[in-house]
């Protein structure tokens, strides 16, 4: 294919090449005196894009979203797609890129699913930064009296390396610093990466930098990074990183790219700044929010809406017939047999989604990626559940087709935005006690029936419920391949109970990070790493 030089994608929203910092011909930072330049513009229409609970068939949410934005430029209604940047561990790991796929991709996919303009690089390096000087705040005499048993702050490195899970650090001679245990996390699991994503401004990352919790002292004192003194290095190491990147889809359209957080251990969202940005330069913009709508798009609605003040007009959410099949019960070997029966049980998940989804008071549109094997009665079943339900929907072929698969599906989202929008609501209210918190998202939208606590998480519970953190933002972690924190129970699980392993304050992003069941903050490489493919 041939892409356009990125400062004729940049004239598409009436951006100029002096308000660009450009990498090369095809990819760009915007400048912040673009902002300045059209803060006062009217916000466009912002329209969330969801899914169903993931599974091996796959739903093409990214996918979607691409094709989705290139529709509605096809028919001449301005758009601007504001998409999460890919991590480098799932690009060589088990999921692959996050770009999209066939027709419907953002280009250029392999610079944005790698090095990209290097905001993963920035961030991993301060993550490190921050660690590196806590242990020679110890080894050069510990004048803050930091406990080395206590240190909250984790390393981190931007790919899938189970090896670096628990490790001993500051083996051998004194010289090499105080020996203690370590742990690592993915750079996209780790609050800096949080910050960068619900921070409104520079003023206001360089604010929630110096309040991250690092650690804790002997005397049990509480440290801050502002004890540290490094907030101006970590901004500079951030300054650039902290702008929105513009790219092109396939068909030449304009994309924001801006923050990676995942959804099962984070909250799953682009950046505010993007939004801020896409919000003011587009009347149309489509934000796509990771996994399923009970992580990515529950988090997106009661925290990133709420701190940035977020008024989005619609949620579309998307869901295959093969994804819902293997949730009827079908293998994965099996799923181009027709099996009514499957797809009837399977449906419930959509269901379920889709009244999570209007919950929140925002109207829905399903939309269903259409595959080959899509037998046509397995469509008319569909067809028949979705209409006795009231549901909008429309089939969509963007893989294959891009914008022109995908025209029905803008049609369908233009009607719904010119609908009167209510007030969006929310699952709990700030003010509400962390466990009334925590047991109305887990019973409102996971559908839990009890929520058992560890010893441990009802010990950290009871802290952060006494201390000033107690309203901030619970952000659940848990499995994304379940509505429970089981990942083997699909569909829509019944009578489940949800465990609570352990809770922590991310005091920088306040939220309240509440851990279900077997969370890993450090994935590990599959047998057959996707690495392997790379040519």
């Not at 006062?40 to 934005?69: F, M, W």
Request: glycine share 6%.
């Amino acid at each position: 294919m041939e892409l356009l030089n990125i400062e004729k994608i940049a004239k598409k929203l009436n951006i100029e090449s002096n308000e660009l910092i450009r990498f090369g011909d095809y990819k760009a930072k915007l400048k912040p005196q673009l902002y300045e330049r059209v803060k006062n513009n009217k916000d466009g229409k912002l329209i969330l894009v969801t899914a169903i609970t993931p599974t091996k068939a796959g739903e093409g949410k990214t996918t979607t979203t691409i094709a989705l934005a290139d529709a509605l430029n096809k028919i001449n209604q301005k758009c601007l797609p504001l998409l999460r940047e890919p991590s480098m561990g799932p690009t060589f790991g088990l999921k692959g890129g996050a770009t999209g796929g066939g027709k419907a991709t953002i280009e250029p996919s392999m610079d944005i699913n790698l090095h990209f303009t290097g905001d993963m690089h920035a961030l991993t390096s301060s993550i490190n930064l921050i660690s590196a000087v806590i242990d020679n705040s110890i080894y050069q005499g510990n004048s803050l009296n930091i406990d080395k048993d206590r240190i909250l702050w984790k390393r981190a490195l931007d790919v899938n390396d189970r090896e670096l899970r628990e490790v001993e650090i500051g083996l051998g001679e004194k010289i090499n610093g105080i020996k203690r245990k370590e742990n690592f996390v993915i750079t996209v699991a780790s609050e800096l990466m949080a910050i960068l994503c619900v921070s409104k401004d520079d003023e206001d990352f360089i604010k929630r930098v110096n309040n991250i919790l690092i650690a804790y002292s002997l005397d049990n004192k509480p440290i801050y990074l502002k004890d540290l003194h490094i907030e101006s290095a970590i901004y500079l190491l951030m300054k650039e990183a902290l702008l929105p990147n513009l790219v092109q889809t396939q068909e030449g359209n304009p994309c924001l790219v801006h923050g990676g957080p995942f959804a099962n251990i984070a909250h799953g969202c682009a950046s505010l700044i993007g939004s801020k940005y896409a919000l003011k330069l587009s009347p149309i913009v489509i934000e796509e929010a990771g996994f399923a709508a009970d992580l990515g798009a529950e988090k997106f609605l009661d925290i990133k809406c709420r701190i940035g003040n977020l008024k989005p007009s619609m949620v579309v959410l998307v869901a295959t017939i093969r994804a819902l099949k293997t949730h009827g019960g079908q293998a994965f070997e099996e799923l181009s047999v027709k099996n009514l029966e499957a797809l009837k049980v399977g449906s419930e998940n959509l269901l379920k989604h889709y009244k999570n989804m209007k919950k929140f008071n925002l109207p829905v549109v399903v939309a269903l990626n259409h595959f080959e094997s899509d037998d046509i009665e397995e469509i008319k079943l569909l067809e028949d559940i979705l209409n006795k339900n009231g549901i909008k929907f429309a089939f969509l072929d963007g893989f294959i087709k891009g914008s022109e698969g995908s025209i029905d599906l803008a049609n369908k989202v233009m009607e719904t935005l010119d609908t009167q929008n209510k007030d969006l609501s929310y699952v709990y209210d700030l003010n509400d006690s962390i466990k009334t918190k925590i047991e109305k998202i887990a019973k409102n939208i996971y559908g839990a029936k009890e929520i058992e606590y560890s010893s441990l998480a009802l010990e950290h519970l009871e802290k952060i419920e006494n201390s000033e953190c107690k309203n901030y933002f619970v952000c659940m972690a848990k499995t994304p391949q379940s509505l429970s924190d089981d990942p083997k129970l699909i569909n829509v699980p019944k009578d489940f109970t949800l465990h609570i392993k352990d809770m922590y304050v991310s005091n920088g992003a306040k939220f309240i990070v509440v851990l279900c069941g077997n969370i890993l903050t450090m994935p590990g490489l599959p047998k057959n790493p996707r690495a392997v493919d790379f040519k």
